[in-house]
């Protein structure tokens, strides 16, 4: 069993920065790949960046180059650092663990993640 636990949410001004933190109880986070989704009101859930245990990432095209999926297994933690924030970056961030063991592949599809944090809202608007 995982609980993810999401922070580092909240209100900023377009073009600024925020950092979204997701702390992970048990035993298989080290070797679980790690994803952020979101959900803008009205809209469905999507991909925006992915994290094997072995830190090979995958970024949704929406985000490159602004956001940066990082991850440290000694505390159990992954990171999203988002830049040059957007008003249409405004959602509710989730983060969620697959517990399957792999180096290379990240999946984007809600259903091949396992367990979901309770998510973290992002505003951006001035």
């Known amino acids: 069993q995982v609980t993810l636990v999401e922070s580092g949410g909240g209100l900023v001004q377009p073009g600024g920065s925020l950092r979204l933190s997701c702390a992970a109880s048990?035993?298989?986070?080290?070797?679980?790949?790690m994803g952020w989704f979101r959900q803008a009101p009205g809209k469905e859930r999507q991909f925006v960046a992915g994290i094997t245990w072995n830190g090979n990432t995958y970024h949704a095209r929406s985000v490159k180059g602004r956001f940066t999926i990082t991850r440290d297994n000694a505390k159990n933690t992954v990171y999203l650092q988002m830049n040059s924030l957007k008003p249409e970056d405004t959602a509710v961030y989730y983060c969620a663990a697959d517990r399957r063991d792999s180096r290379f592949y990240v999946p984007r599809s809600l259903q091949e993640y396992d367990y979901w944090g309770q998510g973290a809202q992002v505003t951006v608007s001035s």
């Open positions: 048990g035993d298989t986070f080290s070797r679980s790949t």
